[in-house]
């Protein structure tokens, strides 16, 4: 048998990894798992310098951290559960609100979302979820869900050429990049700022820009690893789905070919399942090539008119069963759906 005290590390290493999960990526403060750390402090209640040091002391908090209204409602209520205990105040807990206090808020908030392997993706999100004109400066539930199917499903990338349309900020392909060893991975956007900010999170997730290989227009930066050992080669364009060439498509060479969430709008839908033909089309891998489209649906019309919009444009598709492991604190109330595309025969 399995001594107590043993079973009770567990549950509160458990604990403090589940916090620190949840409070790295700002989930919802009233979602954290509060009640079980009631549990535990009224046994010990310097438990709560444990969890203090798992978040908001965090060396990813130090560097990148969240919003300062998330760090302050956070603390504020790990003090008060420590305080319901009745045991004497922590110094360390109310130093480090007193800190976040003093501090000047930013508009761009940093979300870090923690990997299998022990690494951890960041992204600068604003905290609006339109601003500069876009959607495409947060990140929504599909980027997620593709990531996880992903990680689940390496050997579909692995050692394979990804372009990645909509790339947003740069979820999906950052937690690819890091996970599923691809031989090279370009992220598209059309948005200048959504572009810059996705350059800024490669930045933060440890690549470097190397040179400009100006391959498709002027746009086109490419990036390298910073571990030479697992050198993964990125590249980031401004791609226009109503004006790219057959041409710079083909350049690309890609043989998978990912997006998530980028199907909201029926003139979008149309766009972008053209894009989508003339990538099977120019090719060199033509009918092997793999498409995977993630898609949070918000309005069902829209979302059938997409798959009606690849029926007319000689694509086929099948529904993907879900992946079984979840990794990231997100909604997963929405409905969700990944599509595999195809050239029909």
């Known amino acids: 048998m399995v001594p107590v005290c043993v079973i009770m590390d567990i ?3 458990t604990l403090c990894d589940t916090f620190q999960r949840y409070f790295l990526c700002c989930r919802r403060i009233g979602s954290l798992p509060w009640q079980d750390l009631e549990q535990v402090l009224m046994l010990q209640p310097s438990f709560a310098l444990s969890i ?3 978040t908001n002391n965090h060396p990813l908090c130090q560097k990148h951290p969240p919003s300062l209204q998330y760090r302050r409602l956070f603390l504020t209520e790990l003090i008060k559960k420590h305080e319901c205990t009745g045991a004497d105040p922590l110094d360390d807990l ?3 609100l007193a800190e976040v206090l003093n501090s000047e808020d930013t508009p761009v908030c940093y979300k870090s979302y923690c990997l299998p392997s022990g690494d951890a993706v960041t992204l600068s999100e604003n905290i609006a979820i339109i601003s500069e004109g876009t959607t495409g400066l947060v ?3 599909a980027a997620f869900f593709l990531a996880e199917w992903a990680i689940e499903n390496i050997d579909i990338f692995k050692n394979r050429t990804i ?5 947003g900020i740069g979820l999906t392909g950052l937690v690819i990049c890091k996970s599923c060893f691809p031989k090279k991975y370009t992220f598209s956007d059309y948005h200048h700022k959504v572009l810059q900010q996705l350059k800024e999170n490669i930045h933060f997730n440890g690549f470097v820009l190397d040179k400009d290989h100006g391959k498709l227009d002027n746009f086109v930066q490419e990036y390298e690893s910073v571990k030479n050992d697992s050198a993964v080669p990125l590249s ?3 791609l226009d789905w109503e004006s790219i060439t057959d041409q710079k498509l083909s350049h690309l060479e890609a043989d998978v070919v990912i997006a998530t969430d980028v199907v909201y709008d029926p003139e979008i839908v149309i766009s972008f399942s053209k894009v989508l033909k003339k990538l099977f089309q120019c090719t060199k891998f033509g009918k092997n090539l793999e498409v995977f489209v993630a898609s949070t649906i918000r309005n069902s019309e829209t979302y059938r008119l997409f798959q009606t919009t ?7 598709w099948q529904v993907i069963t879900n992946h079984k492991k ?10 969700v759906e990944l599509l595999k595309v195809v050239l029909k025969m």
Request: aromatic share 10%.
């Open 52 to 54: 203090l040091e798992k």
């Open 236 to 238: 980031v364009i401004q």
């Open 310 to 316: 690849l029926d007319e444009a000689g694509l086929s």
């Open 163 to 167: 372009l990645e349309l909509g790339s």
């Open 94 to 96: 109310y130093s480090a």
């Open 139 to 141: 990140t929504w539930e």
């Open 326 to 335: 979840r990794i990231f604190a997100y909604d997963t109330n929405c409905t």
């Open 11 to 13: 549950a509160r290493a």
